[in-house]
């Protein structure tokens, strides 16, 4: 089944310690996006990608870090600089920016 | 940039009634509306969506209104059962490459 994945489901993180959290999808999709989601709120953007090789900075892209090496994979590193780092995290892909989104089932980071 | 309000942010109805949820944008260049239902610990999956040259979309159980001069759309579930309970975001994108600004969420409840 095509669909976006994201691992790990939850993942722990020591002071001064940079995790990198996993979005694969085989949607063939161009455009990635990744969101942050704290209780009660929205999704807040924190990078998004267009093509291969190329990503920009959303609303809150301070503290994290994002590479896209490969059309199916946009993996996002919360850096020991991001100093409240404990959230859900989603992952996104689309076809094209006037088609729908499609989610993974999130990865959540805590700290230790 | 855009603003997305959601209204209510928690709602609870009685299994068979009616819900209905009410969302506010502030760019009149918004063309695209997505509906959103998330689950407890997973992602968004979209409910239905529309575009601003319609004017009321249905499927099933659910409808979208939009208003364009007010600018506001809103999310209508008719005979709610139980596992329509979850958190519902609303969207607007103007179809720039970061696409989507969310709503704040609201939490459905159905009563059985």
């Known amino acids: 089944d095509g669909g976006i994945t994201q691992s790990p489901k939850y993942l722990f993180r020591k002071e001064g310690q940079n995790v990198t959290l996993s979005c694969e999808q085989n949607l063939n999709h161009d455009a990635m996006y990744w969101y942050r989601q704290d209780p009660g709120q929205g999704l807040r953007l924190i990078y998004y990608?267009?093509?291969?090789?190329?990503?920009q900075k959303g609303d809150i892209a301070e503290g994290y870090s994002v590479s896209r090496e490969k059309k199916e994979s946009f993996p996002l590193t919360v850096t020991s600089a991001q100093k409240n780092p404990t959230a859900f995290y989603l992952c996104?892909?689309?076809?094209?920016?006037?088609?729908?989104?499609?989610f993974g089932d999130g990865t959540r980071l805590s700290i230790l | 940039g855009e603003n997305v309000e959601q209204h209510p942010s928690t709602l609870s109805v009685q299994e068979g009634d009616s819900a209905v949820i009410k969302c506010t944008y502030s760019?009149?260049?918004?063309?695209?509306f997505p509906w959103y239902k998330q689950e407890l610990g997973k992602g968004p999956q979209l409910i239905i969506d529309i575009r601003s040259n319609v004017g009321e979309k249905k499927d099933q159980r659910i409808a979208v209104t939009l208003n364009k001069t007010a600018k506001h759309f809103s999310l209508h579930i008719t005979e709610t059962q139980p596992e329509d309970s979850a958190v519902y975001f609303c969207?607007?994108?103007?179809?720039?490459?970061?696409?989507?600004?969310f709503g704040s969420g609201t939490q459905l409840t159905v009563l059985p």
């Open positions: 996104a892909s689309t076809l094209t920016v006037t088609q729908p989104q499609h």
């Open positions: 969207a607007a994108s103007t179809g720039s490459a970061r696409q989507l600004t």
């Open positions: 990608s267009q093509i291969v090789n190329d990503f």
């Open positions: 760019d009149s260049a918004s063309n695209y």
